[in-house]
């Protein structure tokens, strides 16, 4: 089993910047991959950011490419997603997910492990 964590989480004015962490315990030398998702009222699910702890390489929705920027390091299992120009619909609860296999990092249902969330909300 693979706890997750999420914090910093907050409110903040359009423009500005916030960093989420996700602390990870348990059985952590077991995740491939990690990943931030984010739920916006009355919306889906979506995918926003993952890195492969192998490689190191990163994948971004659309939306955040060029603003948010997702991070981790290995010796804390920690995943860090900085999130910066946001926007009011940036505005979501956020979760972090960890995966155990190989394979692809865009899809909800590929993870095995989820936090609680943690809400971002920004005004405009």
């Known amino acids: 089993q693979v706890q997750l964590v999420e914090s910093g989480g907050g409110l903040v004015q359009a423009g500005g910047s916030l960093r989420l962490s996700c602390a990870a315990s348990?059985?952590?030398?077991?995740?491939?991959?990690m990943g931030w998702f984010r739920q916006a009222p009355g919306k889906e699910r979506e995918f926003v950011a993952a890195?492969?702890?192998?490689?190191?390489?990163?994948y971004y929705a659309d939306s955040v490419k060029g603003r948010f920027t997702i991070s981790g390091d290995n010796a804390k299992n920690t995943v860090y997603l900085q999130m910066n120009s946001l926007k009011p619909e940036d505005t979501a609860v956020y979760y972090c997910?960890?995966?155990?296999?190989?394979?692809?990092?865009?899809?909800?249902?590929?993870?095995?492990?989820w936090g609680q969330g943690t809400q971002v909300t920004v005004s405009s």
């Open positions: 890195i492969r702890w192998s490689s190191g390489s990163t």
């Open positions: 997910a960890a995966k155990t296999m190989s394979g692809g990092v865009l899809l909800e249902k590929v993870y095995d492990y």
């Open positions: 348990g059985r952590t030398f077991s995740t491939y991959a």
